[in-house]
Every structure is written in C-alpha cells, then in structure tokens.
C-alpha cells in the first residue's frame, strides 16, 4: 500500500472535520475525531446541548456524571448515514450504549461506536491497483457514575480506541495503517443549583496519550474537549415539561512549534493550559462554541424539540429539530439537521432507540 492510498482514508476523515461534522475550534488538528460525533438523535435536535441533562444511556458518552441519577436499565441504539448529500451509503455511524444501576453503589455501562469509511483503492508508485481496503474506526467505553448526595453527581468513564485506517504501511514507512490508545472522560453535575430548577454541568473527555500510524513523532493528538453547560426546567408539572439547555465547548488540541519537536503532538496533560493561549485572544473566543436547545414533552408520550449552534471558526450555523415518541419502556427519537442548500450537513437525519429492561 503505498503513501497515496493511505492518504485517501486519512483525507476523507479530515474531511468530516472540515465539513462540520465534528464540532471543533475550525479545522481540527486533533486524530480520531470520530470521538466527538455526538451519538443520540434527542440531543442533536438540541442543537448538541445536553451535558447538563444526560439523563438516558447516552450519558455513558455526553456525561457520565449523569449516570448518578440513573436508577434503571436502559440500551440506547443509533445509525446514521454521515455526509448525506454526496450520497455514500457506505459511510456511516453506529452507537449502541448500556446503563445499569446498583442500589448503593451507583449506575455502571458502557458503549461501543464504530464509525465505518468505506472501502478505498490502493495505487502503488506505479499507479497500479494494489486491490481495495476497508477503512474504519471503533472505540469501546467502560463508565461510571455515582451521587455523592442527592444533588452532586461526578462519573468517570475509559476508553479503547482503535482506527484502522489501511491494511498495511505506506511504502517504507514503519507504521501498519492502524493505530491503537486509550483516553478518560469526566464529568460532573450539581442539580437544584441556586434555585431548585437549574442543573449545572461540566466534562473534560477524550485525555490521553496521541495516537500514531506511522511512528510516534507523527502522532496526532486526540481530540480533547472541554465543556460546560446548564439546564433550566421552565415547566415541570405531570403533563407539560418544558426545559432549555445551553452547552459552551472548546477543543483542547496543541503542538509544538519550531525546534527538533516541531509539529508533534503536545501532552495532553500540557496542552489543556497550552491550548488556551494558541492564537491571540479574538480566535481563542471564536473557538468556543455555543449551543443551545429547548425540550417539551407532553406527558411521557410525545416530545418536541429543536436547537441551534454557532460555530463561527468552523462556518458552522446549523438549525436542529427533532421529535420523540414514548411509550412504556420504549422510546424512538428523531433527529434533523437544517445547514442551509448546499452545505454537506443538510438533510442529515438521525434515528436512535432507548430500550428500558
């Protein structure tokens, strides 16, 4: 496999970064950026806002903090096609995440993501066809979330990454396409906050060591991220819930510039200090991104909502929507993405399921 094929799969998960669907202070430096693809169709219709809520399977991924106030049993599904107007069926997200609380111990799960490129041609220096390569992503999350009163909640959740980018090296390069870390989410939550309806939240997720495919002085950062959020619940009566979420967030990615390190990956444990001093003060505030969104349900039956986020480095304003439809233990979400004609994250839909055991 030579340096162009492998090219090919690491351009087109650059690709996602650029085109917005990861949330990321403009063009991501960081790798494996298919960690921040938010799973769950209810928050994408929040416009992404949902750290201070997490109050499904999802909180396994959005805030595991949140798992503390979890006293159920519940799997959470979702598929979604990525990029939908180029039209590639073979370019997809799936998510599947558990929950289960422990009477004086707290709430365990997990999740597992895979995120699927498609398959790529090989070319050799020669332009010949090397045959084809499957290309794809997958990391599997162990979380846990415990109150440490009826108001305080933390979680803390640990990951394996894996990314298969191609089947063997480029040329004489000594990496084999396919790298390997691990990483550490975590989270808090504090409810009833200065008044009884406001929660607070907050998540610093994906820390660890870069990942490299070739050697590691070409290793990439993961892509860290930092949040904070809240949640107000503007009604909360047994028949109307109506509640507004604001999510604030920044990716903590940095690398060294000039010396012998030049262009290698920061620690992680450094660069979430380094990172905030990157550029001059005006990009570093454009690189927070705001998000909010507004939830109703009427009564534990149908739920309505919609969002929006402004990521100005990026160039990235879309509107969201989305519905639910409960019944019993079983809940349907639907999620919609409105970016405006011709932007590549119009018309993304999203499908998830929450199954209470």
Excluded: C
């Excluded at 063009?27 to 499904?56: N, T, W, Y």
């Excluded at 396994?60 to 990029?83: C, D, H, K, R």
């Excluded at 999350?141 to 640990?158: D, E, F, Q, R």
Aim: glycine share 10%; hydrophobic share 40%; net charge negative.
């Amino acid at each position: 496999m030579n340096r162009r094929a492998a090219g090919l799969a690491i351009a087109l998960i650059f690709t996602l970064s650029l085109t917005g669907l990861v949330r990321a202070d403009g063009p991501s430096e960081a790798g494996v950026i298919f960690l921040k693809l938010p799973p769950g169709a209810r928050p994408a219709g929040l416009g992404e806002a949902f750290i201070a809520q997490a109050d499904d399977a999802t909180a396994t991924w959005w805030n595991p903090a949140g798992m503390a106030f979890i006293e159920s049993q519940e799997v959470a599904l979702m598929y979604v096609n990525l990029l939908p107007q180029f039209h590639l069926d073979d370019l997809y997200y799936s998510f599947v995440s558990y929950v289960q609380h422990i009477p004086e111990w707290g709430t365990v799960g997990g999740n597992i993501i895979f995120t699927n490129y498609g398959k790529i041609e090989g070319k050799d220096e020669y332009n010949q066809d090397t045959g084809t390569f499957h290309s794809y992503d997958v990391a599997f999350t162990g979380a846990y979330g415990s109150p440490v009163n009826n108001k305080l909640g933390i979680g803390v959740a640990a990951k394996f990454i894996y990314s298969h980018l191609a089947d063997q090296g480029a040329g004489a390069e000594k990496g084999s396409g396919v790298g390997t870390s691990m990483a550490v989410d975590l989270g808090v939550m504090y409810r009833e906050a200065f008044m009884r309806k406001l929660t607070l939240a907050a998540t610093l997720t994906n820390m660890g060591p870069a990942i490299s495919y070739i050697d590691r002085a070409q290793a990439d950062p993961l892509p860290m991220t930092i949040r904070v959020g809240a949640s107000y619940k503007i009604l909360d009566s047994e028949f109307n819930r109506l509640v507004v979420n604001l999510d604030m967030q920044k990716e903590l990615v940095d690398r060294y510039e000039g010396g012998a390190n030049d262009g290698r990956a920061v620690p992680f444990y450094i660069a979430m200090f380094t990172s905030w001093t990157n550029n001059d003060l005006q990009n570093e505030i454009d690189g927070v991104i705001p998000s909010i969104g507004m939830e109703y349900w009427y009564s534990d039956l149908v739920g309505l909502r919609m969002g929006y986020y402004y990521d100005k480095l990026g160039d990235r304003y879309p509107t969201t929507f989305g519905f639910s439809l409960a019944y019993s233990s079983y809940r349907f979400d639907f999620g919609y993405i409105s970016a405006g004609e011709g932007h590549p994250l119009t018309d993304t839909m999203m499908f998830s399921l929450n199954l209470g055991i």
